[in-house]
């Protein structure tokens, strides 16, 4: 069946440090892929979408490319912030919109 | 529209008692998902409503679990008899049928 496989956290950096999340799938066919985020005490936001090959999603300085070659979805970001501290999800969904969701990454940023 | 409300925010029970959790989603969606989220984890699908017909349901979902959604718009979920294994954060979000889901903050459910 599908699946997503994240890198185990808790991932910690510097601010102004350059930041990678490693995701991969399992899936047939062209499923759409998404990175959620959760904040401390707040439900999973969006952070950005890709719904088909070589498709780069990006928002708030975070970017993702969907790689049908590798089955890859890594989220990047050049610069974080404290404020980025959060913990993150790659999904991937088949047009209904049940998502199946990778166990997370918790990112941590120093001042 | 202040996206995707559940209730309660938290619930605390003893084990064997039952618990409904509602959740109303925008109002515009038609589309309404029910997850579970233990700790560490992410979160995993538990059922699918279209409108207010309930289109497909997890293996995780056992009998002890129900889910309505009356007239296509909020929805509930029921637990009977709970278990400590039920412990978890119970999501809820919501879709129109071609964008992503919103999801709610959540109901966190402590079985003692």
């Known amino acids: 069946g599908d699946s997503v496989t994240q890198m185990e956290g808790p991932v910690t950096l510097s601010e102004e440090a350059f930041l990678t999340i490693n995701c991969t799938y399992t899936?047939?066919?062209?499923?759409?892929l998404f990175w959620y985020v959760q904040y401390p005490g707040e439900g999973l936001q969006l952070l950005l979408k890709?719904?088909?090959?070589?498709d780069k999603g990006s928002n708030k300085g975070f970017e993702a490319t969907y790689r049908k070659e590798t089955t890859s979805f890594h989220l990047e970001k050049g610069s974080v912030q404290v404020s980025d501290s959060a913990v993150y999800f790659c999904?991937?969904?088949?047009?209904?919109?049940?998502?199946?969701f990778g166990t997370g990454t918790r990112l941590k940023v120093l001042a | 529209d202040t996206g995707v409300s559940q209730n309660p925010r938290h619930k605390i029970t003893k084990r064997g008692q039952n618990v409904t959790f509602r959740c109303d989603p925008i109002?515009?969606?038609?589309?309404l998902y029910w997850y579970r989220q233990t700790l560490g984890q992410g979160p995993e699908f538990l059922t699918y409503?279209?409108?207010?017909?309930?289109?497909?349901k997890s293996r995780l979902l056992s009998d002890r679990f129900s889910a309505e959604r009356p007239k296509g718009s909020f929805s509930t979920l029921e637990i009977q008899r709970t278990e400590q294994g039920d412990s978890a954060m119970y999501l809820c979000?919501?879709?129109?049928?071609?964008?992503?889901?919103?999801f709610g903050q959540g109901t966190r459910l402590t079985v003692v």
């Open positions: 999904a991937l969904s088949r047009g209904t919109y049940k998502y199946i």
């Open positions: 109002s515009e969606h038609n589309r």
């Open positions: 890709a719904t088909k090959a070589d």
């Open positions: 899936a047939t066919g062209y499923p759409s």
């Open positions: 979000a919501s879709s129109s049928e071609t964008a992503e889901a919103f």
């Open positions: 409503f279209q409108n207010e017909a309930q289109l497909e």
